[in-house]
């Protein structure tokens, strides 16, 4: 099935179903069940064999699937066992840690440039990376042939960076700024906010 037709929501639970394979395999496990992938997921045996069903057969009624072969599927079908190049806006105490969060290329995303509006921090060294003024923005996601933004600024200039790293080319956009961005629907925008989870946290106590 063509990937414009598999529902978003589909999409986002294949990376939770290779987090778990990825885990089974590390510990020696060679075959698993979709009630196995339930007990880890929290998703039914039914939706995870039909989320899986969008992208072919991989496993075999009784059976289950083969873990290593399942995980390079998964892999495969979400690009990454290629290298993605990214590029980080805001150079604070998030995009400190998010430079050094070495689980990035541990699946292929790497932080080619970091980007950040004050002069006082120019040129200072973020794990090897120099932060670079935002004029240089542009030139860099085209001569590195960036494919992803990570944007860490404040909300108020979360809107005004999207659109530059949009018009530089960039057409996916991984938002840590406490606000929705406004761009055109072709640009894929994920949006992380710890505050909106903890706040549906709070709801139940």
């Known amino acids: 099935m063509a990937q414009a037709q598999v529902p978003d929501v589909v999409v986002r639970r294949l990376p939770l179903y290779l987090r778990t394979l990825t885990y089974m395999e590390d510990r020696g496990q060679e075959v698993v069940s979709s009630a196995d992938l339930s007990k880890w997921t929290g998703f039914s045996p039914a939706q995870i064999r039909r989320d899986l069903s969008y992208f072919g057969e991989f496993g075999k009624q009784g059976l289950g699937y083969q873990v290593r072969y399942l995980r390079e599927q998964l892999e495969s079908i979400l ?7 990214l590029v980080l806006i805001g150079a604070g105490a998030l995009g400190h840690a998010l430079v050094k969060y070495q689980t990035f290329q541990r699946w292929n995303y790497y932080i ?24 240089e923005l542009a030139r860099t996601i085209r001569e590195k042939h960036i494919e992803i933004a990570i944007i860490a600024v404040p909300a108020e200039h979360a ?5 530059q790293v ?3 080319g960039v057409r996916a956009i991984l938002n840590y700024a406490p606000i929705n961005l406004a761009l055109p629907p072709e640009v894929h925008v994920s949006h992380i906010d710890p505050v909106v989870n903890l706040q549906s946290i709070t709801y139940y106590l």
């Open 79 to 85: 690009h990454v066992d290629q290298q993605w190049h």
């Open 112 to 135: 080619e440039a970091v980007f950040d509006n004050d002069p006082k921090k120019i040129g200072q060294p973020i794990d090897g990376l120099p932060i670079q003024p935002m004029s």
């Open 159 to 163: 809107q005004e960076v999207g659109e």
């Open 166 to 168: 949009v018009a530089a």
